[in-house]
C-alpha cells in the first residue's frame, strides 16, 4: 500500500515569491491533515480536512496560506508572498476518519527555505 | 488547550542498554496518546497507539504506557541498537480534538 506521498520534496524560494505544496493521501482515507514543523519542535496543525471541507482551519495564517482539496483527495497548500519565518517543513498526514482513535499516517514533508 | 513535554531533549546511550523516553501532557481528558519516530529529513513513522481506555501497548522491544491520572506517558526500548537512533515523538488528542506534539527526544544509540 502507498503510503502519503507529497511534492516537491525540497523548494528554495526568494521571500516575496509564491510556493505550493501537493499531498496525494493513502488511497480511501477520508481526513487529511497540513501541519508545519519548525527546526526541533514537534509538528503544529495548519489545517485538517474531512473530504472537502476544511473543519479546522483556526491555525492558518490565512492572510498568506490557502488550501483546497479538490474531490476529497489531493490537496495543495498555497503561500503567497512567502517571508522568511515560513522556511520550516510542511506535512501531510492522512487518517482513515477523523477522531482520537485513527492513526495518523505522514507523508515525508517539503522542507521548505525562503531567502 | 494541550500542552505536550518531553524530557530530556537529548539521550546518548551505549548499544543495548534499556532505555525510558517520558512525555507529560496537560490535559487529562486525553483520547489517546500516539508515539511517532522521525529520523532526519524524513516523515514521521507512527510507533504505538494507546487509546485511553488502555494502559497500555506494546510492538516488538517498544513498550508504551499511558497513566491519565498522572498526565504521563512513557516509552521503553528494550535492549537499544544503533538503528534505534532517531528522534521520537508524542502526542495526544485532547479536549481539542487535535493532535498535539511535544518536541521530541532526539536518541543516539552508539555501537
Do not use: M
Not at chain 2, 65 to 91: E, F, W
Amino acid at each position: 500500500e502507498a503510503g502519503v506521498v507529497q511534492s516537491p520534496r525540497y523548494k528554495i524560494i526568494e521571500k516575496k515569491q509564491p510556493v505550493a505544496f501537493w499531498c496525494n493521501p493513502i488511497s480511501g482515507h477520508n481526513t487529511l491533515y497540513w501541519y508545519l514543523q519548525n527546526l526541533g519542535q514537534g509538528p503544529e496543525l495548519l489545517i485538517r480536512y474531512e473530504n472537502e471541507e476544511a473543519v479546522d482551519d483556526s491555525q492558518l495564517p490565512k492572510d498568506r496560506f490557502s488550501a483546497e482539496r479538490l474531490k476529497g483527495v489531493d490537496s495543495t497548500l498555497k503561500i503567497q508572498p512567502a517571508e522568511l519565518g515560513d522556511s520550516a517543513v510542511y506535512l501531510c498526514a492522512s487518517s482513515l476518519y477523523p477522531g482520537a482513535d485513527y492513526e495518523q499516517y505522514f507523508g515525508p514533508g517539503t522542507r521548505l527555505t525562503v531567502t | 488547550k494541550q500542552e505536550v513535554t518531553q524530557i530530556p531533549a537529548a539521550l546518548s546511550v551505549p548499544e543495548g542498554e534499556n532505555l525510558v523516553l517520558n512525555c507529560s501532557f496537560t490535559d487529562s481528558a486525553i483520547y489517546n496518546l500516539q508515539w511517532f519516530r522521525q529520523d532526519p529529513g524524513k516523515g514521521l513513522t507512527s510507533l504505538l497507539l494507546i487509546q485511553s481506555s488502555q494502559r497500555e501497548q506494546t510492538s516488538g522491544r517498544l513498550n508504551a504506557s499511558l497513566d491519565k491520572s498522572s498526565g504521563r506517558s512513557t516509552l521503553y526500548i528494550a535492549a537499544s541498537q544503533p538503528g534505534d537512533s532517531a528522534t521520537y515523538l508524542c502526542a495526544g488528542i485532547g479536549s481539542a480534538r487535535q493532535l498535539t506534539f511535544g518536541s521530541g527526544t532526539q536518541l543516539t544509540v552508539l555501537p
